[in-house]
């Protein structure tokens, strides 16, 4: 998920102030109502690597695990 919120990234010895994708994983059997996913720390680790060096316009990649259950899929 992009989120419309700027960080500083430290590149070349330069500031830069890009954007953030955050990662989040659910189960659900309906999509009215879900739980936490989890994610193993290899593919978090793979995505975040990836999205950091492939895009041009992000600095920072963040994993959501707020611990709410049942939850709505849609980011709060």
Do not use: Q
């Amino acid at each position: 998920m992009f989120l419309p919120v700027k960080f500083a990234a430290v590149v070349a010895d330069g500031r830069h102030y890009e954007y953030v994708v955050a990662l989040r994983a659910v189960g659900t059997l309906d999509f009215m109502a879900a739980r936490r996913g989890l994610l193993p720390d290899e593919l978090i680790e793979k995505i975040s690597n990836r999205v950091i060096n492939e895009t041009e316009c992000n600095s920072r990649v963040t994993y959501d695990v707020y611990p709410k259950s049942p939850a709505t899929i849609e980011w709060e």
